[in-house]
């Protein structure tokens, strides 16, 4: 059962354009949201989060903004540089939870 | 400083076999969590260990996969009777304490594949 759903599995953009990854959850009891950056051969970092108090959140070229009712989120990569080329995970959690619920992750391909 | 450190890095196995993946956390960190990436998947959770707590094993897939936490700082997942579907990337991340998410680092992970 995916709690937390990414259902592009990649996305391809221009050296310079937005990139909008988006990611969907199904459970209502989360109430942090994050985006994780992996490249090949390394673990998961961790790039932004939001909490569900907040609708956005901006943090350099990154900017997460949350729908609470359509329980959806998305990550903004703005401009987007060939450096961001990576696998993007969404996650999710909720206060007292022990761990985090992860999406499948979207590739992103920044083209130069 | 190092970050989380995980061993070996590729491990290939028959199915059948035992196997042991070691996770060695960032120092300090008193909370330790094991994912499993299968391929195609998101990470899947394994199991939590915060301090000298009871661990939170409600992630292992099987009462074949266990896991321990030895001095509260490196742990060992052990993997018995290997089944070609435990074929995965095993990631480990810890944290200071679980008070955000977002402090979760994660180890490059062991490429486990089951023969």
């Known amino acids: 059962d995916q709690q937390v759903k990414q259902n592009s599995p990649s996305l391809s953009v221009q050296e310079g354009r937005i990139s909008i990854l988006n990611c969907d959850y199904t459970n209502s009891m989360f109430d942090y949201f994050l985006w994780y950056k992996k490249y090949p051969a390394e673990g998961p970092t961790f790039l932004i989060s939001i909490s569900s108090i907040k609708d956005k959140n901006e943090d350099g070229r990154f900017t997460v903004f949350l729908n609470k009712s359509a329980k959806h989120l998305s990550l903004h990569i703005v401009p987007s540089h060939p450096g961001d080329s990576a696998v993007y995970f969404c996650?999710?959690?909720?206060?007292?939870?022990?761990?985090?619920?992860f999406g499948t992750g979207t590739r992103l391909t920044v083209i130069p | 400083g190092a970050g989380v450190s995980q061993s070996p890095s590729n491990k290939v196995t028959e199915k059948g076999k035992d196997v042991e993946l070691r996770c060695d956390p960032i120092?300090?960190?008193?909370?330790l969590y094991w994912y499993r990436q299968s391929l195609g998947q998101g990470l899947e959770f394994l199991i939590y260990?915060?301090?000298?707590?009871?661990?939170?094993k409600s992630g292992l897939p099987s009462d074949r996969f266990s896991a321990e936490r030895t001095g509260g700082s490196v742990s060992t997942l052990t993997i018995q009777r290997t089944q070609q579907e435990d074929s995965a990337v095993y990631l480990c991340a810890s944290s200071l304490a679980r008070t955000s998410p977002e402090t979760q680092y994660f180890g490059p992970g062991t490429r486990l594949l089951v023969l």
């Open positions: 120092s300090g960190h008193t909370a």
């Open positions: 260990f915060q301090g000298n707590s009871a661990p939170d």
């Open positions: 996650a999710a959690s909720w206060t007292g939870a022990n761990n985090l619920f």
